[in-house]
């Protein structure tokens, strides 16, 4: 390891995203015992166990739903199957408090639901609601089943078609060898998206606060803007902090888990299994059926309520200001993090020793603290060591690159892997320097992945509510805050515009995951 300017450039850069980390656990030394027997008699022993169950069940039907199709679209023939190998990846644009806001406004009391509902039944049997567990669970599965989807499909193209081959040879039944040889070998892959799916969860606000279902990060933001109690806020971000740091660290070995080696003979991926017309119909309906709630019912609801409002002057001059807001601050954080990113990226691929390694690590702490953590962190350090930053944009752009960050520093340190090392060596003989390395070689190359980290930071900082509720400056809204404050408030046709630009600019990522699995094909 060298101790060059490099060393020291990555060294603070690393301080920079993990801070907010290191200095919610410092606060907790301020905590008092008294408060936590407070707290857990107030809010603890209902969020913890809320909590757990939700992930319990989104973990089981994100599995079970992302599992089932992919597996249906890479082991069979059928019409339509093109069309849905990339489709079910679309529930990844709608944030789940877009989802949550869209049939919240169908299932609210006196809603076009209920209405129907007395129309057809009266007072004899009562109306379903989605205001409860199941219908958190069931909206937070349907925006994150993609997650195991895209890497069950993955695990499953890759498998050697051999080992079922032989297996049924031997007398082994379909289902027997779907449980035995197929799912054993990509339950890394599986259990890798059912980990980010419930990261995902554990970082949720909108949706829980939208149909009223206490969990930690409602009660963290409860604490703070209900309570003005930072010392509560704090401790309970610890025990959200704990739990999502066990996902990350699980994420990350399953995600080392996730491949399997072919030692000996012939290598070869199914080609698809022909199916009857009756099977395709029916796997045709099934993946319709996920997709239609996860994403087409509600976007088409979007659309229509969209069309109606701005036929009223919905694009007036507040929503441009809206729009802008949004454009400025998701902006300058995915600059901010591409630009940080690019050092921890080089020395963790180029130079890799135990230091660099402890760096890389370190900077991906962001990506496991939730929103309403990421803030609460950062306006105590501003309000104990920095008050300048309080209440400023500043803060708001910090806590997005905190957070998003290790998003661009995977991208880039992916595509930097791919850099052979005697392209480097190469330029060090012609006497480049390390800074016309960087412009010359490394950014050229890495382009794709340079790009790819920018486009998602920039979609995830445009649907960041939490922390955007949290440390806006004063009168300052962006699009999620406006969805979040007229579907709170019951506007809810004039919450849509803002609601469908969110998911089509969060359509953009999604292209590019479509595009490099056509490349890989």
């Known amino acids: 390891m060298r101790f060059d300017a490099l060393f020291f450039i990555t060294l603070g850069v690393v301080v920079f995203v993990a801070t907010p980390f290191f200095f919610l656990l410092y606060s907790l030394t301020s905590v008092p015992s008294e408060l936590w027997i407070r707290l857990y008699e107030t809010r603890l022993k209902e969020i913890l166990p809320n909590t757990l169950k939700l992930m319990v069940s989104v973990g089981f039907l994100t599995a079970l739903i992302g599992t089932t199709t992919a597996w ?4 069979y023939k059928f019409f339509g199957k093109g069309l849905w190998d990339w489709a079910l990846i679309l529930p990844l644009s709608v944030p789940g408090y877009i989802l949550a ?6 299932f609210a009391p006196g809603g076009p639901f209920q209405s129907l509902w007395k129309a057809l039944f009266g007072d004899l049997i009562e109306p379903p609601s ?16 993609p997650y195991v989807y895209i890497l069950a499909r993955a695990s499953f193209l890759s498998q050697n078609v051999t080992y079922e081959e032989v297996a049924k040879t031997l007398g082994v039944n379909s289902f027997a060898r779907f449980w035995h040889i197929n799912l054993r070998m990509a339950y890394p892959g599986i259990w890798a998206g059912v980990v980010l799916a419930l990261m995902e969860v554990m970082a949720d606000f909108g949706t829980v606060a939208m149909l009223r279902y206490p969990t930690f990060t409602e009660a963290i933001y409860r604490q703070m803007t209900g309570r003005f109690d930072p010392i509560g806020a704090t401790a309970l971000s610890s025990v959200l902090v704990l739990l999502s740091f066990i996902l990350l660290n699980l994420q990350r070995y399953f995600k080392g888990k996730s491949s399997f080696e072919q030692t000996r003979g012939k290598y070869r991926v199914s080609k698809g299994i022909p199916v009857s017309p009756v099977r395709a119909l029916f796997f045709n309906l099934y993946i319709l059926s996920v997709l239609g709630f996860a994403f087409l019912l509600p976007v088409s609801m979007l659309v ?9 002057g919905a694009l007036d001059s507040r929503f441009i200001r809206f729009t802008f807001n949004t454009l400025l601050v998701a902006g300058l954080a995915s600059l901010i993090a591409t630009i940080l990113a690019f050092p921890i990226a080089y020395m963790h691929s180029k130079r890799q020793s135990i230091l660099s390694k402890l760096f890389f690590y370190v900077s991906n702490f962001g990506y496991s603290l939730p929103g309403p953590v990421v803030a609460v962190s950062l306006l105590l350090i501003a309000t104990s060591l920095f008050p300048g930053l309080y209440s400023g944009l500043l803060l708001l752009v910090i806590a997005y690159v905190v957070r998003f960050a290790p998003v661009s520093i995977q991208s880039q340190d992916s595509a930097m892997a791919t850099v052979s090392k005697s392209v480097e060596d ?4 012609l006497g480049s320097s390390l800074w016309d390395r960087f412009i010359r070689v490394f950014i050229p190359l890495i382009k794709p992945g340079i790009l790819a980290g920018a486009t998602i930071v920039f979609v995830d900082a445009m649907k960041e509510l939490p922390a955007t509720l949290l440390l806006r400056p004063i009168g300052f809204d962006t699009l999620s805050v406006r969805v979040w404050v007229e579907a709170t408030e019951g506007f809810w046709k004039m919450a849509s515009p803002s609601a469908l630009l969110i998911v089509l600019v969060g359509l953009i990522p999604i292209a590019l995951i479509v595009k490099r699995q056509r490349s890989v094909l």
Do not use: C, D, Q
């Open 130 to 145: 989605i205001y409860n567990f199941w219908g958190v669970s069931i909206i937070l599965s349907l925006v994150n089943y």
């Open 72 to 75: 249906i679209v890479t082991r």
């Open 304 to 312: 229509f309520w969209s069309v109606e409002t701005i036929l009223m």
């Open 426 to 429: 190469a330029t060090k003989v």
């Open 101 to 106: 806001y869209a049939y919240g406004s169908v």
